[in-house]
């Protein structure tokens, strides 16, 4: 270890750490798409209606995720699952 490091606990260090950990992952944070494409929340929308009005309905499916999927990618981009996978 260096002299200048000695003058700083582990904890001082850890704190240091944290905190640029924190700011990274601030910087990485998805941000919204400047031009979001809906077309596949409106697919998504119709879809789950047809399903909701077919004979095969029930409520125990996954459709309330794909649309949340659906919705933070076309905000967000396609890669943002993979973000909140990573984060969440």
Same mark, same amino acid.
């Given at each position: 270890?260096?002299? +200048? ?5 582990? #904890? ?16 990485? %944070? ?16 119709? #879809? ?22 659906? !919705?933070? %990618?076309?905000? +967000?981009?396609?890669? !943002?699952?993979?973000?909140?996978? %990573?984060?969440?």
């Amino acid at each position: 270890m260096t002299d +200048f490091l000695k003058m700083y606990t582990t #904890k001082d260090l850890e704190k240091v750490v944290a905190d640029r950990k924190a700011a990274e992952a601030e910087l990485n %944070k998805p941000v919204p798409l400047k031009n979001p494409d809906y077309r596949s929340i409106l697919a998504s929308a119709i #879809k789950h209606i047809d399903y909701v009005a077919s004979d095969d309905y029930c409520d125990d499916n996954d459709e309330e995720h794909y649309m949340y999927e659906d !919705v933070m %990618k076309a905000i +967000f981009g396609n890669n !943002v699952m993979d973000w909140i996978s %990573k984060h969440g």
